[in-house]
């Protein structure tokens, strides 16, 4: 059979299982409110969490370093693609984050699988929390080491796992904020339970930096973990931070053993200067602009307790993702479309992005929403579910 013979049946199984994946084509900037294929919304599936990704400042930072740098790095790091504004975002982050050095990638996802393959291979072990981001799920395969997942937190099943290990190097790796729950790892006994047994860890804090901790330093600040609990700490520049890329950030040793042998890191071409320049303008935003998170915190207690009147099943998330689970991706995709038909947008989340019987809402806030937006959302939600029992 040919290409298209043989690829269209799992293609339609996927239709029928109300699994298929469609794209809409956004056609304004990010924003609580955005037009899409033509027609007005109110987004809740954003990642833009204290509306940095519009912001004029950090337009403005990007605009003269396009000026200056042109609108393409032309190269890896390594070889002539590292700029005086990339560097700068480097230290800058390190300082952020009370860490030695941090490191620049290209996305989070290529942060995720340089990391771990250049720490592991044959021989060493890995331990993942089962809800792991895909990147994280998918570094621990390749990377060769022994991988194994334990029950979501469960730091009981970790303990068990970590005892029974014979390996020399061993990497514990979980999410700060699970990007599909919006649930908070329970890092402090994380990190107690990776000392105890010699083991390392490693933090994806993509959803968590900018939303949690006093500056908005995410999980490690909010846990108060430092450089030695928490050796290995990820962040990404594409969510509350407003741009794209991503980051690592830890010893001196952790990250020339990075520029050394992280091939993700390597062979691919950098950020965009202006990127990386509209990144140092957001991180001083994050920084001092306290009231985005304050906003950020009273507009996802507005929707909890609003939730709880109406009886909606939430996750157990204090942060802006809130995911409404409703177990069936047909109901799911009813319900999303039912908002959609009423100016709304959510992300409606189904297998195998999350387990079976688990498809959900995936709602995000801003701090751009106004309150009126949340008791319009809560009160379609009520609707849709009434209608679709």
């Not at 990820?234 to 980051?247: D, E, I, P, Q, R």
Request: glycine fraction near 10%; hydrophobic fraction near 45%.
């Amino acid at each position: 059979m040919n290409l298209e013979q043989t690829l269209a049946p799992a293609l339609a199984q996927r239709q029928a299982e109300h699994l298929y994946r469609r794209r809409r084509v956004l056609e304004t900037a990010q924003g609580p409110r955005v037009v899409a294929d033509g027609k007005t919304f109110s987004a809740f599936c954003s990642n833009d969490y204290l509306g940095l990704a519009n912001h004029p400042q950090v337009i403005a930072a990007f605009k003269r370093a396009a000026d200056s740098y042109g609108v393409g790095s032309g190269a890896s790091h390594l070889i002539a693609g590292h700029g005086r504004e990339h560097h700068q975002l480097e230290e800058q982050l390190a300082a952020f984050t009370g860490r030695e050095r941090a490191l620049l990638f290209s996305s989070g996802y290529l942060a995720n699988l340089g990391v771990i393959k250049a720490l592991l291979g044959r021989g060493d072990a890995v331990y993942e929390d089962r809800l792991n981001h895909a990147s994280l799920l998918d570094a621990g395969l390749l990377s060769g080491a022994r991988f194994q997942r334990f029950r979501h937190n469960d730091t009981g099943n970790l303990q068990r796992r970590l005892e029974a290990g014979t390996a020399q190097r061993k990497l514990v790796v979980v999410d700060g904020v699970f990007s599909m729950d919006g649930d908070i790892a329970p890092l402090d006994r994380l990190a107690a339970l990776a000392r105890r047994h010699r083991a390392w860890l490693m933090v994806d804090d993509a959803h968590g930096f900018g939303c949690l901790g006093e500056n908005g330093g995410g999980c490690a600040q909010h846990f108060g973990l430092d450089q030695r609990q928490l050796p290995v700490l990820v962040g990404t520049l594409g969510k509350a931070f407003g741009t794209c890329g991503a980051f690592v950030a830890g010893s001196e040793a952790l990250i020339e053993t990075l520029i050394q042998y992280a091939r993700t890191y390597i062979y691919t071409t950098a950020l965009p200067p202006a990127v990386a320049a509209a990144s140092r303008v957001s991180l001083q935003l994050l920084m001092t602009e306290h009231w985005r998170r304050q906003r950020l915190a009273a507009l996802i207690a507005r929707f909890r307790r609003g939730a709880a009147q109406l009886g909606l099943q939430l996750g157990d998330s204090v942060t802006p993702i809130q995911p409404l689970i409703l177990g069936d991706a047909r109901r799911t995709l009813a319900v999303a479309a039912f908002l959609q038909q009423r100016g709304v947008l959510v992300g409606a989340i189904r297998p195998p992005t999350v387990p079976a019987h688990s498809a959900r809402l995936r709602i995000t806030f801003s701090a751009g929403h106004l309150d009126d937006d949340v008791d319009r959302l809560l009160a379609l939600l009520g609707d849709a579910l009434s209608r679709y029992p």
